[in-house]
């Protein structure tokens, strides 16, 4: 197998920003450093709110139904999202009604609370709640505000409970249970708090969390940056399900790309780990460098070289209808160990029963 090639899009400054906080560059380490005075600004600002919730000092707001936060401590991605779904489609195989709220990041713009619909685009909702939506076929809510969010589903979907997407640092929802996922390979960066780091809230946050999940194999919880903290954190692991053509007419195995040259699209928080899972599978992904959440033309990729497409489950939802032929995506699932599991359905079940 050949050695993996960058071809280079825009991927803006979010993206560059995200290597220098989870590499190890000297330019890295240096900016770093000279942004610790307003991380530590940044802190006592986010400690200080913290407090003024816990205290009562800021409002929140509890919804009529129980509400499940799944979130992240750090900027990028965690692989939370399918582990939403997963937990979602856990409860509605038992007849349970749950709603997912969003903020919807990526909406051309937020006039209030909207419910996906079957014709909704990235434009109107964002990708990773379209992405839910098709995925578990439950109501999903978008607003920058949760709570006008998280009532409309109760008052027009009826459901029984809510997940979510994110939100961990969003205080104003107060909320029945709070799941952290931490990145396996990258952890938490540098571990600074923004803007040197990666870091939203300090790593002491995850004592207060219900569970914390790891993206990775059993065992990933050291050497995460976690300064020694000893976590009863859950692993699991992302798994492919097969490849479905970008028009989902035509489905089929991963391993039918073995031994190809393929273009590797993953516009998601940590797309090394795709490009990661495809020469798993024996298949030369040459990767495009795609913003999260951002998008690139199929068409001049294909102008450039008539190589399959392969890309995630999160980038397919932005090309709807595209006629790009030999153009797939990859979805993902979440796999947990059965007592990791049991042990949070339990705890969720628990919470519908004092409804």
């Not at 914390?212 to 954190?233: E, K, S």
Request: proline residues 6%.
């Amino acid at each position: 197998m050949s050695r993996h090639t960058q071809i280079r899009h825009p991927a803006g400054i979010e993206r560059r920003i995200e290597r220098l906080w989870y590499g190890d560059s000297v330019i890295g380490k240096a900016v770093s450093l000279a942004m610790l005075p307003f991380s530590l600004m940044f802190h006592i600002v986010v400690a200080l709110r913290r407090l003024a919730y816990h205290r009562g000092w800021f409002a929140s707001t509890r919804i009529a139904v129980p509400v499940v936060v799944v979130g992240n401590i750090v900027v990028g991605g965690t692989g939370k999202t399918p582990l939403v779904a997963a937990f979602v489609q856990r409860l509605t195989g038992q007849g349970i009604r749950v709603g997912i709220v969003s903020r919807g990041y990526g909406r051309a713009t937020d006039r209030g609370p909207v419910i996906v619909a079957p014709d909704s685009t990235v434009a109107d909702v964002g990708d990773e709640p379209l992405l839910l939506a098709r995925r578990t076929g439950v109501p999903v809510c978008v607003c920058r505000d949760r709570i006008a969010a998280a009532n409309m589903l109760v008052r027009e979907a009826d459901v029984e409970i809510i997940f979510s997407d994110d939100g961990l640092q969003h205080y104003r929802l107060r909320r029945d249970l709070e799941i952290a996922v931490i990145d396996g390979v990258r952890g938490i960066g540098n571990g600074f708090m923004l803007p040197a780091g990666p870091m939203r809230e300090p790593a002491g946050r995850l004592d207060a969390v219900d569970f914390v999940f790891v993206n990775g194999r059993p065992g990933t919880i050291d050497g995460l940056g976690l300064d020694g903290r000893a976590f009863d954190a859950h692993a699991f692991e992302l798994e492919p399900d097969g490849v479905i053509a970008l028009d989902g007419i035509s489905t089929g195995r991963l391993e039918r790309f073995a031994g190809q040259r393929v273009w590797a699209l993953a516009g998601i928080g940590n797309p090394q780990r795709f490009f990661t899972m495809l020469a798993s599978a024996g298949i030369d992904a040459l990767p495009v460098d795609v913003p999260d959440h951002g998008r690139v033309s199929l068409s001049q990729l294909r102008d450039r070289h008539a190589w399959p497409i392969l890309m995630t489950e999160k980038d397919a939802v932005k090309y709807p209808g595209k006629p790009v032929a030999d153009a797939w995506y990859v979805p993902v699932d979440a796999r947990m160990a059965p007592d990791s599991e049991a042990i949070v359905m339990r705890r969720m079940q628990q919470l519908l029963r004092q409804v």
